[in-house]
């Protein structure tokens, strides 16, 4: 009932900028969170960025200062802004979206397919 689609993933050099957009859609009452997961090849996913419903934010130490999650909860959207790319940024990443979809306070979690991110001179 709830669809997660990401987009934004392309090829970057190292040190350019991306910005990855994470949409939902479907019978959502509220979003309680958002979270941007990444998983490069022969790692284990690896949570990148959270926020809640009120705005609070966190990162992975390796990100952290670089890459900025904000969202838009009237389009029920999530971004990832990611600056100053490193080689070991490269992953695909993951929306990860913690919903309600009644009143009734329970809460369940959905997930985008993933967008691809390379980053190589």
């Known amino acids: 009932q709830v669809h997660v689609v990401e987009s934004g993933g392309d090829l970057v050099q190292p040190g350019g900028s991306l910005r990855l957009s994470c949409a939902a859609s479907?019978?959502?009452?509220?979003?309680?969170?958002i979270r941007w997961y990444r998983q490069a090849p022969g790692n284990q996913r690896e949570l990148v960025a959270h926020?809640?419903?009120?705005?609070?934010?966190n990162y992975v130490d390796s990100v952290k200062g670089r890459f900025t999650i904000s969202r838009d909860n009237a389009k029920n959207t999530a971004y990832l802004q990611m600056n100053s790319l490193k080689p070991e940024d490269a992953a695909v990443y993951y929306c990860?979206?913690?919903?309600?979809?009644?009143?009734?306070?329970?809460?369940?979690?959905?997930w985008g397919q993933g967008t691809q991110v390379t980053v190589s001179s």
């Open positions: 479907g019978s959502i009452f509220s979003i309680n969170a």
């Open positions: 926020i809640t419903s009120g705005g609070s934010t």
């Open positions: 990860n979206v913690i919903a309600s979809l009644t009143d009734r306070g329970a809460t369940f979690s959905y």
